[in-house]
Every structure is written in structure tokens, then in C-alpha cells.
């Protein structure tokens, strides 16, 4: 439970397809749930209990002030396992690419997490959830050490938006993106903008280097996908880009993505 009105967080693909939602607690009672909405592009799921409130619930806290090598618990139910929680450490941050959702910012770490274990809380120390358990690496189907949570910075973006609307409205800048290196850093350029887009309305052109978005630097294609996606379309943003060795200020308004 996210909150005493009965709302819970899973993963999308825990009740995909579902024609009847059943919470069943702790202390074995069962409540009947209805689908709030669902995000399938960042597996994730908001359901809510219908009983009586209040409900005892976690606390959210940012996954970003996380730190690598900080320890967590995973809980949930591994095959089928009630109530079983394990421990482990913050392995990585911002894992991307892993191939599980279209949009990816995960936690990395080697509490076991196993089938049974998504939709389940990931906890700091102080019983805060910092990520909902997702995924594993696995070459058997069971834990191999690597696990992968979604961050609740994200996950608190997109509740927001299913509480609100029951779907996920996501924003669109208009630019072909490609992750390159000047053998120092990591960067992003931009390969094409999309004509009469938000990026071309603002000036950005083939092959500028995008620094910065809202003062928040920018080092990876998958990162810059991630801030644009969760910012409301009709958001004005500056942005910092590099081109021809200069360094200049734009200032673009989000659409939305069809």
C-alpha cells in the first residue's frame, strides 16, 4: 500500500490481462481490487483495494539519494513463497537498455529477486521504499545476483499520472538522438529534428550536442528519453547545447507523444 485509501503499486505485467484482481494481506484477508491504470511501456501498475480504509502503508522515499553499495530488502513472494524477504546492496544505478521496458531507469542489485518477487517493495534500511522489484538476469530462472527494480522517482511520476488520468501522458521534444563520446565523457547528439517539432521550433539543429535539460546535465540517450517522457506536455524547458564549439541557450515547449 502506497496510501491509507487503499492504492498499491505493482508491475503492469503482474496484472496484464487480469478479469478479476484479488489483495490478499499478511494476515490472510482478501480485498477485492480495481485497475486504477496501467503503463505497460514502464511496467507499471496502480490498483486499489475496495474495503475499508484506512489501510497501514509504506513510505516513499527518493531513489535518488540512493547510494552504490547502500543496503536494501526486497520482499515479496518468490515462487509462491509468502512474506520472504532478502538483502542485499545497491549494485548500480540507471541501468538501461536491459531490454524489459521501453523506458528503463532501473536500481541494480543483488538482494535475491526472483519470479514471484515483482510488483514487491524495495526498502532502504529504514523500511522506506526506494524501488518496485521488476526483473532478473538469469541464465536458470532463478537469482543470479543481479536483480532490477524500478526507481520510485519514476515510479512516483507515472502513479501521478495514472491517479490523475488513468493512463500515462508523455511528453515529446521532435529529435533524433545517438549516444557518443569524446573519449573523455559521455554526451548526446542529435542526429535529425523532426520538422515543426518542439526541438525545431526552438532553434535546435542536426548535430548539436545537448548538455543540459532544466539545468540537469545530460549524459545518455536513455536518461534524456526518461526526462523528456515524464514532463508534462506545454512545459517550457531550457536547454543547454554545444554547436560549432559554442555553447548557447534554448528554450523549447514539450509536446506530447502520440
Do not use: C
Not at 527518493?62 to 530488502?73: A, F, K, P, R
Not at 523506458?103 to 535475491?112: H, W
Amino acid at each position: 500500500f502506497i496510501d491509507a485509501d487503499g492504492h498499491i503499486l505493482t508491475n503492469s505485467h503482474v496484472v496484464a490481462g487480469a478479469s478479476r484482481i484479488v489483495v490478499r494481506l499478511s494476515t490472510n484477508e482478501q480485498y477485492a481490487a480495481e485497475l486504477v491504470g496501467t503503463d505497460p511501456q514502464s511496467d507499471i501498475a496502480l490498483i486499489k483495494v475496495v474495503g475499508d480504509a484506512p489501510f497501514s502503508y509504506l513510505t516513499i522515499d527518493d531513489s535518488d539519494t540512493l547510494s552504490i553499495g547502500e543496503w536494501v530488502l526486497a520482499i515479496g513472494n518468490p515462487f509462491g513463497l509468502s512474506n520472504t524477504l532478502t538483502a542485499g546492496i545497491v549494485s548500480a544505478k540507471g541501468r538501461n537498455d536491459i531490454g524489459v521496458t521501453s523506458y528503463e531507469n532501473f536500481i541494480q542489485t543483488d538482494a535475491a529477486i526472483n519470479p514471484g518477487n515483482s510488483g514487491g517493495p524495495l526498502v532502504n534500511m529504514n523500511g522506506d521504499v526506494v524501488g518496485i522489484n521488476t526483473a532478473i538476469f538469469s541464465q536458470s530462472g532463478g537469482s543470479m545476483g543481479i536483480g532490477f527494480a524500478i526507481p520510485m522517482s519514476m515510479a512516483n511520476a507515472i502513479k501521478n499520472q495514472l491517479m490523475q488520468y488513468g493512463q500515462v501522458i508523455r511528453g515529446y521534444l521532435g529529435v533524433v538522438i545517438v549516444d557518443e563520446t569524446d573519449g573523455r565523457e559521455s554526451r548526446v547528439r542529435v542526429v535529425s529534428v523532426a520538422p515543426n517539432g518542439p526541438a525545431d521550433d526552438a532553434g535546435m539543429r542536426d548535430g548539436d550536442i545537448i548538455l543540459t535539460v532544466a539545468n540537469d546535465p545530460v549524459s545518455s540517450v536513455s536518461g534524456l528519453r526518461n526526462t523528456v517522457a515524464l514532463t508534462p506536455p506545454g512545459t517550457r524547458v531550457e536547454l543547454t547545447v554545444k554547436r560549432n564549439k559554442q555553447i548557447n541557450r534554448v528554450r523549447a515547449t514539450i509536446g506530447r507523444l502520440n
